[in-house]
Every structure is written in C-alpha cells, then in structure tokens.
C-alpha cells in the first residue's frame, strides 16, 4: 500500500511538472517563431513600386533582397501577370551574398538582368526593358525563395504604366499654396522688424527723457546750493 501511494504521488507530482513546463515550452516556440519571422527573407520594389513611362523608352524594374541570416543558392524569378496567367520574365540562382547570379536566364525579349552591377548594392536584382510598348505594362512579381531559411519565400510587385505622352502636371494649386505661404512669412518678418523698430525708437525717446530728467534735477540742486550760500547772512565784527 506505502508503494502504490508512493506511485501515485511521483505521478502526480509528474503531472504538475509536466504542467508547469507546457507554457513556458509554448512561450519559448513563439519566441523563436517570432525571431525567425523577423529574419526571414524580403523582396523590395522600393518605396514607389509603379512607374508611368513613355512608350518607346527604357525603363528600370527595382528589386533587392535582404535576409539577416544570409543567403545560399538564393532563386529568383521576375514574372509578368498576364490577365492572371504569370509568365517568366528571367530567373536564377546567387550562390552566396556578393556573388552574381550565373546563369541567368531570360525568356522575354528586349529584357536585361542589371542587378550586381552597383557595388554599393549587391543585393539588387533589377532589370531592364528596352524600347517598351503597350503589351509591357502591367504588373511584373519579383519572386525569391533561400533554401538556407528552409524554403522561405516572399515576393514583391512593380506596377508599369505605358502612355502615349507624360501628363503634364498643373501646378496652378502648388504656385498659390507656395505663394500664399512665402507671402504668409514676409508678412510676418515685415511685422516683426516694424514691432523691433518701434521698439527701438520707444527705447531711446525714454532714455532720452531720463537723460534730460538728471540734467534737470542736477541743474536745480546747483541752483539750490548757490542760494543758500548767497542768502547766508554774515556776521559782524566785534570793536
């Protein structure tokens, strides 16, 4: 009987410990998760991912990639949406970080792959559409997936507008605001240097009078003392 009590007491206390691990087990997978999340791989088409281009001109289509754990055989593919049916554009492998990608395949004509070319960024995998035309507008997925982050994907897309002519844009609106406000701020600076002047001219009227109010006074005091002197009466001479 003491031995299966003994039993029962190690299996509940096993039970509690068990227990007591699981959240902390739970919290410690979400750390790591979350850690991962932050590491993980991203495509960029920078801050403005569109374009309005002239037809016949020869545009750039920006991606870079960036992972914090580093890269090895990062795949790349540019892809055209074609009314929803995604055509490759070029695509292929960078072994490691500083390396260029060899080879790269293109599969669309007028297409160069420009990315490497800036040492300052080694991470850039643009590329380059000469001479466009309507049927290259579109939406166009720079896609990258890095084995070393088991798999992980992400994908970034670059808008292109073709247009007969660039629109010429009105800034009627821009010249009053901007005029509005540079006359708002001389306004403003012509009231302060009036304000100053005034100031100033106040400031030395009444130095002035207090200037003239010490001569005054000093004046008067001399006027006294040489009166009382002249007015003092003498005394005589005793025979």
């Known amino acids: 009987m003491e031995v299966q009590g003994s039993g029962a007491e190690e299996s509940r206390s096993g039970h509690r410990f068990c227990g007591t691990t699981r959240p902390w087990t739970g919290l410690i997978v979400t750390l790591l998760l979350s850690v991962w999340s932050a590491q993980g791989l991203e495509m960029s088409t920078g801050k403005v991912p569109f374009m309005e281009a002239l037809n016949g001109s020869t545009v750039l289509l920006p991606c870079t990639y960036a992972s914090c754990i580093g890269i090895k055989n990062l795949y790349f593919s540019w892809q055209y949406n074609d009314?929803?049916?995604?055509?490759?554009?070029?695509?292929?492998?960078?072994?490691?970080?500083?390396?260029?990608?060899?080879?790269?395949?293109?599969?669309?004509?007028?297409?160069?792959?420009?990315?490497?070319?800036?040492?300052?960024?080694?991470?850039?995998?643009?590329?380059?559409?000469?001479?466009?035309?309507?049927?290259?507008?579109?939406?166009?997925?720079?896609?990258?997936?890095?084995?070393?982050?088991?798999?992980?994907?992400?994908?970034?897309?670059?808008?292109?507008?073709?247009?007969?002519?660039?629109?010429?844009?009105d800034n009627t609106l821009t010249i009053i605001i901007a005029s509005a406000v540079g006359g708002a701020i001389a306004l403003l600076m012509t009231f302060m240097l009036v304000k100053n002047f005034i100031l100033f001219v106040l400031f030395k009227i009444e130095e002035k009078k207090k200037i003239e109010c010490l001569v005054t006074s000093s004046a008067e005091e001399t006027n006294n003392v040489s009166g009382s002197k002249a007015s003092k009466p003498t005394t005589p001479k005793k025979k």
């Not at 490759?88 to 060899?102: L, Q, R």
């Not at 800036?118 to 995998?125: H, Q, S, W």
């Not at 997925?141 to 994908?155: A, D, I, Q, V």
């Open 83 to 169: 009314n929803g049916t995604m055509q490759k554009v070029c695509e292929s492998v960078i072994p490691y970080d500083g390396m260029e990608p060899h080879p790269v395949n293109i599969f669309r004509s007028r297409v160069e792959f420009v990315g490497n070319s800036d040492p300052k960024n080694v991470n850039n995998i643009s590329i380059l559409i000469w001479n466009i035309t309507f049927d290259d507008a579109g939406e166009y997925t720079c896609f990258g997936r890095n084995p070393k982050e088991k798999g992980k994907n992400h994908s970034a897309i670059f808008t292109l507008v073709v247009v007969d002519e660039l629109r010429v844009v």
